[in-house]
């Protein structure tokens, strides 16, 4: 009874306790990892990357944990495994943990400068050039690292091995199908890393596609999400912004010059309108105080064409002090001048 006592302390108890001592050590780590980073962040409150780095918390406990389970192998112990499938199974799990950590700190990383970057400028179109640049960067790299992971996983089985060595003899023509196949999809690839370092759109840019206008709100690798004025989405390949023109509003500054159109009677006085404008935009808070007009722009036999003009900080501002404009104008010729307004004249 006392050998039977011993062998099951061998063979089951030692192993029990080196998996809850991995268990608990595993816990402590990620714990105290957290709390560290904590500290540092409130100590170091100008360098975000530190309470970033607190969603690496997860990822590198898994890697804790199976490195210590692929030193201790108390699983095999504890249900007699034979053979390395349970070994195989733990450094797979490893491999996968450790690729899912490297993303997170990247992620971390780049968040971090771009969080920084952006406290120290103040122009805002370079904001959103470093904005689009680090995301598209972000989506690279962790694309790689997560190719590079699975082929690591993958040659960790001999089957792989030879399945590979077969491969790389027939690469030539592998190479030329799947460069056919994919055409479409690496024009879009290298479109994105053209747009994202070529400076032609960025994220929070206003454009206008194919007649529609609206705000670019995310930039992939293959297509661009453009947010429309009704709160559509507009889904545009990212080749598109590299093989045609489009008009982009704020690639280098966000103020615009709005106008406004008004067909009105030859009697209208215009210096009286100009004058109202004038006194209108002043007390406007959307005007930025950089330029305005009002010019008669054309004459048909019965009306002429007043065109008013008005600049603003950005294209929203535009768009809303353009129908107040037109709203003030219209108004003010309603209550002062209603002669001045079109109509069809049936008699002298």
């Known amino acids: 009874m006392v050998q039977i006592a011993d062998l099951w302390r061998c063979t089951v108890l030692w192993p029990l306790s080196a998996l809850l001592a991995i268990v608990l050590v595993t816990l402590a780590l990620g714990w105290l990892g957290d709390q560290i980073l904590q500290r540092v962040a409130r100590?170091?409150?100008?360098s975000p990357v530190w309470a970033l780095l607190r969603r690496c918390r997860i990822p590198l406990q898994?890697?804790?944990?199976?490195?210590?389970?692929l030193a201790a192998r108390p699983i095999e112990r504890i249900f007699d495994l034979k053979g390395d499938d349970a070994h195989h199974t733990v450094l797979l799990a490893l491999m996968a943990s450790l690729g899912w950590l490297t993303i997170r700190v990247v992620a971390a990383a780049l968040e971090a400068f771009f969080l920084r970057y952006q406290t120290v400028t103040e122009e805002p179109y370079r904001v959103q050039r470093v904005q689009t640049q680090l995301s598209l960067t972000r989506r690279v790299v962790s694309a790689l690292i997560a190719v590079v992971t699975v082929a690591v996983m993958l040659l960790t089985f001999q089957a792989m091995r030879t399945i590979g060595a077969s491969l790389l003899a027939s690469?030539?023509?592998?190479?030329?199908?799947?460069?056919?196949a994919a055409q479409s999809a690496l024009g879009n690839f290298f479109a994105g890393l053209q747009i994202a370092f070529g400076d032609t759109v960025r994220i929070g840019d206003t454009v206008v596609v194919e007649t529609q206008q609206g705000t670019v709100e995310e930039i992939?690798?293959?297509?661009?999400?453009?947010r429309l004025w009704d709160y559509r989405r507009l889904i545009v390949p990212t080749s598109y912004f590299v093989s045609k023109p489009f008009e982009n509003w704020t690639r280098k500054d966000p103020g615009l010059l709005g106008a406004v159109l008004l067909h009105l009677d030859h009697t209208t006085p215009v210096p009286e309108l100009r004058a109202a404008l004038h006194e209108f935009l002043t007390t406007n808070p959307l005007w930025d105080s950089t330029e305005w007009a009002l010019q008669v722009t054309d004459t048909t036999p019965s009306t002429i064409v007043v065109r008013a003009t008005m600049t603003a900080r950005t294209p929203d501002d535009v768009a809303v002090l353009r129908f107040e404009v037109r709203e003030h104008l219209v108004a003010h010729l309603r209550d002062h001048h209603p002669t001045a307004l079109p109509r069809i004249r049936t008699g002298e």
């Open 220 to 226: 992939t690798l293959s297509y661009l999400v453009i």
């Open 62 to 69: 898994l890697v804790v944990c199976t490195s210590l389970l």
């Open 43 to 46: 100590r170091h409150p100008e």
């Open 171 to 180: 690469a030539g023509i592998l190479g030329i199908v799947a460069g056919i």
